[in-house]
């Protein structure tokens, strides 16, 4: 599918007269539509509900349209809670997926009423621990890891069996087991076996796992299964190639499984619960960076203002983004360029042997796909400052939803050292 920007060059260019490139775009519209669509796919199972995977982007701003559309958080660390916290989630909208956990988050997710994803059969006396005498939750899920290689007819798969995440069958029945004599109610299970999948059948193949797995335990333990959780991993399509995911597709897809296996078993009240992250906002963000160097060595090069800071994936896994040059959107692609940041390190590209239409310095580059795992996975090397973040709204007006670092952001850590105190002022 052809992938077009969702701003002009003249309005990325107001913007940037306004807040200076580098800047993350929001696209307000596209991630209010995709949420309608997400909650009509899964219409038919009543308790449906997206738990919106905070770390695929934690900006406030983002988390309140989440909430606005009916969606939960999926936490996994001390802060993200307190994103939950503070923007008034109440404690069944709050899902606590996380893995090697420290004791205050766990103390923390239980004072939200937060439901709590045990991610290792070990944790349900390292939980007890912490509690002290309190009861456990009445509803507590428990992460499955079936192992081995998780191997689809169309070819995706992803090795679970090499994954540090989840419980394996026999330990999961246990962990039921054990939850059930201390006094837990309700159950959810959930998997996440595969990432970024850009195929309909991912969950539908996810949930016949899973539903079979809930039928099992639940005849044979006598627990109440309360939801399931098909997690993350409904992948978008980075490259122009690729044929996007239909969501309305995927949730018929759960449907026919859940018809299958769960409503015979007289488990038609069990919930379908999703977290996902990429597919919620990833396309629905934007890089937008001005070219402010070209070189011309043995390749050619075109050097902008952002760098891996600000949009790793390229960086650290290789990744495709795909690149429009604001303003020659139909120039002929035939210009071969490495597009790069100004990091000391060689893999600080946007962009490697890419055809683009001829950039000239002070084009501005709208590098697509940057609003999952995008701002949230940035890092602060050779000091490099981290950029604002802006709201496209449905009438074409924009929002600072946070501000650029300035240095004495970067330096803050050092305000309680008096001879550093000054870099922090
Ligand atoms: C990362 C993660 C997600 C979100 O994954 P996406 O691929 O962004 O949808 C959901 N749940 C858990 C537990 C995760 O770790």
């Not at 790793?312 to 795909?322: E, I, Q, S, T, V």
């Amino acid at each position: 599918m052809k992938k077009t920007a969702y701003v002009t060059k003249e309005k990325a260019e107001e913007i940037a007269s306004v807040f200076p490139t580098p800047y993350l775009l929001y696209d307000e519209k596209g991630i209010r539509q995709n949420l309608s669509a997400i909650n009509e796919a899964f219409a038919w199972n009543r308790g449906f509900r997206e738990y919106f995977a905070v770390k695929a982007n934690p900006n406030p701003f983002l988390l309140k349209i989440m909430k606005e559309n009916g969606c939960g958080l999926d936490c996994s660390s001390y802060t993200e809670l307190m994103l939950a916290e503070q923007l008034g989630f109440s404690g069944e909208r709050i899902m606590f997926s996380s893995n090697d956990t420290p004791a205050e988050e766990y103390e923390y997710a239980y004072r939200l009423n937060g439901t709590i994803n045990l991610d290792d059969i070990t944790h349900i006396d390292f939980l007890e621990g912490i509690l002290g005498g309190r009861e456990l939750p009445e509803t507590m899920s428990c992460r499955f890891n079936p192992g081995g290689l998780f191997e689809m007819s169309n070819g995706i798969m992803d090795n679970p069996g090499d994954s540090k995440y989840g419980m394996t069958k026999e330990q999961i029945r246990e962990a039921f087991r054990r939850l059930k004599d201390k006094g837990v109610k309700h159950f959810g299970i959930h998997a996440f076996l595969a990432s970024n999948t850009v195929t309909n059948d991912y969950y539908p193949e996810l949930a016949g796992i899973l539903f079979g797995l809930a039928r099992e335990l639940s005849e044979s333990l006598n627990v109440h299964i309360s939801f399931i959780n098909l997690s993350g991993g409904v992948g978008i399509p980075y490259r122009p190639e690729q044929e996007p995911n239909d969501i309305l597709a995927i949730g018929r897809g759960v449907e026919k499984k859940y018809k299958e296996i769960l409503e015979p078993a007289g488990m038609g009240d069990v919930a379908i619960y999703t977290e996902m992250g990429r597919f919620v906002t990833g396309p629905y963000g934007a890089l937008v960076t001005r070219a402010i160097h070209e070189k011309h060595i043995y390749k050619e090069y075109i050097g902008c203002d952002a760098c891996a800071v600000h949009l790793m994936r390229p960086a650290m896994y290789g990744a495709y983004h795909h690149i429009t040059v604001l303003g020659k959107e139909d120039e002929p692609c035939d210009y071969k360029y490495d597009v790069t940041g100004s990091l000391c390190e060689n893999n600080d590209k946007f962009a490697v042997d890419r055809m683009l239409p001829k950039i000239e310095k002070g084009d501005l580059l709208f590098i697509h796909d940057a609003g999952a795992h995008g701002y949230s996975m940035g890092y602060n090397y050779n000091g490099k400052l981290k950029c604002a973040e802006i709201l496209l709204k449905e009438d074409g007006s924009f929002e600072l939803i946070r501000r650029a670092e300035t240095p004495k952001d970067y330096f803050s850590t050092f305000d309680c050292f008096p001879e550093y105190a000054g870099l922090a002022k």
